[in-house]
């Protein structure tokens, strides 16, 4: 079963069964199809970062936010690289911290429009900027340091992504997950829509 979950509503907007001998990557453009995405944002996570489901969510008017990992390894390598790099444009946030259940996080956001580059080489649909989020947990005296990438169709700023207070995780499934940070889900009139495997 495969699901989109409207975040801001806090419930199942629509959810179809996988086929058998099938994935969620078939399921998803079926799914979006039953979905209005107009002035809305798509959060999926790396599994789902594919080129023609960029491309379905720009061709219904929505937006997306998507994990990058290493099943788009040359796309994710150039955007690693390009973080990496100091003489890189980008625009980085002030730390957030958060902290309970014993366990303290500091987040930070950095965000980049300079993507010509980017695009020439990989083409890929509505993308406007690309995303780095650095997430260090410290918790009984162990610290674990963990870097995610993303690929935006908006060009979010670095201060429309630190406006927000610290997430409450209970009710925030975005920020207990791999799905995209509540941080990069921001000015986004509708819904946001998070597909996800029920």
């Not at 058998?20 to 039953?34: Q, V």
Request: aromatic share 6%; hydrophobic share 35%; charged share 25%.
């Amino acid at each position: 079963m495969v699901s989109a979950w409207g975040c801001k509503q806090q419930l199942v907007l629509a959810q179809i069964a996988t086929e058998e001998n099938s994935n969620e990557i078939a399921a998803i453009p079926k799914l979006l199809r039953l979905l209005s995405l107009r002035g809305s944002t798509v959060t999926v996570d790396a599994l789902n970062c594919q080129r023609a489901i960029a491309q379905q969510i720009v061709d219904q008017d929505g937006g997306y936010a998507m994990a990058l990992k290493g099943n788009q390894q040359s796309l994710h390598d150039d955007v690693r690289r390009f973080f990496d790099d100091p003489q890189s444009k980008v625009e980085t946030a002030k730390p957030v911290v958060d902290g309970d259940h014993g366990r303290i996080e500091t987040r930070i956001a950095a965000v980049s429009t300079d993507i010509g580059w980017l695009q020439e080489i990989h083409r890929w649909p509505g993308l406007a900027a690309i995303g780095k989020m650095e997430r260090m947990r410290e918790k009984g005296g162990k610290t674990i340091t963990e870097t995610a990438y993303y690929l935006l169709s908006s060009a979010l700023t670095c201060a429309s992504i630190s406006q927000y207070s610290s997430p409450k995780r209970s009710s925030d499934p975005l920020t207990t997950s791999p799905w995209i940070p509540r941080r990069f889900q921001t000015e986004i009139p509708k819904f946001r829509a998070r597909v996800s495997r029920v």
